[in-house]
């Protein structure tokens, strides 16, 4: 595991899987839309979308899997679903909370999801973290979706230090690649309802059983 000579200097926080237990929930949304409107939900559809940015795993339902509705209109179906589950029962996972706001009491924090910006602003809401993450980024805001590291890239850029200082936490196998590639030291808290590739845990440099384990891990990297 590498991190700059200085320590930790800021903590970049996915969303789904690691704060939220929301892919399970992503993946019977997308699939009731999919099934509604004329389309046929194949195998490997869900481990495919994962990281995906909104208008990617939009024109994946429509071109990929045969749902006949335009892009934007499969997208505005599916968010609107989620944003009412959100309303009525958010899946904040256990400890998440508590574990967002004991880091960021030590480093600047941030979110770096492939969740849309509507999504994002349901859990800092639900969790009453608006005043404790400052910075959030959504895949949609930059250029393409996880694997690809533009959305850490900016996550790093928005609390003002150089990816290669920051810690990010993933749980998804394209999350993981995301986060490496960006540079980041990455710590893996795996979904057990989709394990990541073993190639993409290797990327990582500590794994967690849990997200609450999170900040003692930080004060050993801090030294």
Not at 6 to 28: I, K, N, T, Y
Not at 48 to 64: D, F, I, K, N, Q
Not at 169 to 193: C, F, I, K, M
Request: charged share 25%.
């Amino acid at each position: 595991m590498t991190i700059a000579s200085d320590g930790v200097r800021a903590v970049l926080f996915d969303l789904d899987g690691v704060l939220v237990d929301s892919e399970q929930l992503w993946d019977r949304i997308r699939r009731e839309v999919a099934e509604e409107h004329g389309g046929r939900w194949t195998e490997g559809a869900s481990e495919h979308m994962m990281g995906m940015s909104t208008p990617e795993w939009a024109e994946y339902l429509v071109s990929g899997l045969g749902v006949r509705l335009s892009p934007a209109e499969a997208a505005d179906t599916v968010i609107e679903r989620m944003a009412r589950h959100y309303a009525t029962d958010p899946p904040v996972l256990p400890g998440a909370v508590e574990t967002v706001r004991a880091v960021a009491e030590r480093y600047p924090v941030a979110i770096a999801s492939s969740a849309p910006p509507r999504i994002i602003g349901a859990f800092l809401e639900t969790g009453a973290l608006t005043d404790v993450v400052r910075h959030t980024v959504s895949s949609e805001q930059v250029g393409a979706g996880k694997p690809a590291p533009d959305v850490y890239l900016r996550a790093a850029e928005e609390v003002g230090v150089e990816a290669g200082e920051c810690v990010a936490v993933e749980d998804s196998a394209n999350g993981l690649r995301s986060a490496a590639a960006a540079g980041a030291t990455v710590v893996a808290v795996p979904n057990p309802h989709f394990p990541p590739a073993e190639d993409a845990l290797r990327l990582a440099g500590r794994r967690l059983n849990r997200i609450d384990e999170l900040p003692g891990v930080l004060a050993e990297l801090s030294g």
